[in-house]
């Protein structure tokens, strides 16, 4: 069974920085896709980035887009979500999950299969 095990979440000024990682243990990076959702609670979940296990390209939303930097650490079965310039309407929770870094299915949690526990992030002064 995959688990998915984030950290590096935490309280963090606008404009400020934080780090996430998601730790896989024994999955295959250079197979498998992983991604990034936020969910404000009450609202939709958002998709905000993911990479693919096929060739390791990364997509983000236009929301976080120059902002948030997704990579992967194959060998740790590890990403990171390095996110910059955080804004207030960013303050949600953070997922990551496996899934289809393909095409629109990107957008849907529904087309992920296993995913973290979540990890909040309040973007306030």
């Known amino acids: 069974q995959v688990q998915l095990v984030e950290s590096g979440g935490g309280l963090v000024q606008p404009g400020g920085s934080l780090r996430f990682s998601c730790a896989a243990p024994?999955?295959?990076?250079?197979?498998?896709?992983l991604g990034w959702f936020r969910q404000v609670p009450g609202k939709q979940r958002e998709a905000v980035s993911c990479v693919s296990g096929s060739d390791g390209s990364v997509w983000s939303a236009d929301s976080v887009a120059g902002r948030f930097t997704l990579s992967k650490n194959i060998a740790e079965s590890t990403v990171y979500l390095q996110m910059h310039n955080l804004k207030p309407e960013g303050t949600a929770f953070y997922y990551c999950a496996t899934g289809d870094c393909m095409g629109d299915s990107k957008y849907y949690p529904r087309t992920y299969d296993y995913w973290g526990q979540g990890t909040q992030v309040p973007v306030s002064s």
């Open positions: 024994g999955l295959p990076l250079d197979t498998f896709a």
